[in-house]
């Protein structure tokens, strides 16, 4: 989904008025309403990609100075152009001079294999005081992630932040309602040497991954039922849509998506509407968690109320 965007930072929706925004800036706007920045420091990003966190936190805190940190050099150039980088490395975090104030990993952790031990090693990047800023894709609300074939790491609000205090941190903030289907924890390096042991309930957590994963499947059923007897739409780009209309062969007709960059542009051989130019009396599947779909249902339904808005099965608790 990321080409689709010309390389520009993936949108986040509000459910409620359907207005998006990029999802560094919301959430380092949240951050920094949160728990107040100094005026200068250092910041590294993990997994820094093309640049959109450094880029959005010199919006908000110009006077800091900024590292980004891939795997490779293909954004270098890129990443070095924004203003307030000093610099951007790649090999290990380790290799990395200096000590920071706030080291970011904004969905970078869930390509990480053995998260505990990375973020143990990054604790000797953090200064004293110096904050961890870890966001993931909320496995609890969207099941759908399980999906993503090149996440190592799956992750509940309660195992990311067991993840964190077994590395060595304080927890300070744990959150999943600062931007939705997304995970965000806070953590500041503990005074001690030693990562604390955190007892897991990992039988609990495994019964309620095989419960969402067979939320998936009986949704997949549901939809190939349905379309077995009328011409479908699917609602979303992303990952969801992506894996429905496999599931359905390529049968959905069209796809209906909220960012205007996308409208009329193609996707998987089929085109991309906005949701005002939905035919009446179509049928389009919200690819979306139940509550979020019934959310964003609700809010469809008044800009096309002719439109048949289909949303998924209770999702389980």
């Known amino acids: 989904m990321y ?11 509000d459910t409620e008025t359907g207005a998006a925004s990029p999802r560094s800036s919301r959430l380092l706007r949240r951050l920094k309403e949160e728990l107040p920045l100094p005026s200068r420091g250092r910041l590294l990003d993990v997994g820094c990609g ?75 990047k953090l200064a004293t005081g110096g904050m961890l800023v870890v966001q993931v894709p909320d496995c609890w609300r969207n099941p759908f992630m399980f999906l993503v074939a090149d996440h ?11 993840v964190v205090i077994a590395a060595g941190y304080d927890v300070v903030i744990a959150a999943d309602d600062w931007i939705v ?14 990562p604390p042991k955190v007892r897991r309930n990992t039988s609990n957590n495994l019964v309620a991954v095989r419960r969402r994963i067979e939320w998936v499947a009986a949704f997949g059923k549901q939809i190939r039922v349905l379309t077995a007897q009328r011409a479908v739409g699917i609602l979303g780009t992303s990952i969801a ?30 085109k991309i509407l906005s949701p005002k130019d939905v035919p009446d009396g179509s049928w389009v599947i919200v690819a979306l968690p139940t509550r979020m779909a019934q959310e964003v249902r609700n809010r469809l339904a008044r800009v096309a109320p002719n439109v048949n808005w289909l949303v998924p099965l209770s999702l389980p608790e």
């Open 152 to 162: 190592a790491t799956h992750f509940f609000l309660s195992t990311l932040r067991d």
């Open 50 to 124: 093309t640049g959109p966190t450094l880029r959005a936190f010199n919006e908000i805190s110009s006077g800091w100075s900024l590292v980004g940190f891939d795997i490779n050099e293909r954004c270098k150039t890129a990443v070095e152009s924004i203003p307030g980088v000093e610099s951007f490395y790649t090999g290990t975090t380790g290799e990395i001079p200096g000590q920071f104030e706030v080291v970011t990993l904004i969905h970078s952790l869930e390509h990480i294999a053995e998260p505990i031990k990375f973020l143990t090693e990054l604790r000797h």
């Open 3 to 13: 080409h689709q965007d010309n390389g520009v930072e993936q949108a986040v929706f």
């Open 241 to 270: 849509g992506t894996w429905l209309q496999e599931e359905l062969r390529g049968a959905a007709a069209f796809f209906v998506d909220e960012n205007p960059s996308r409208f009329g542009r193609t996707f998987m051989g089929r």
């Open 181 to 194: 289907k997304e995970l965000t924890v806070v953590g500041r390096r503990s005074a001690g040497e030693s």
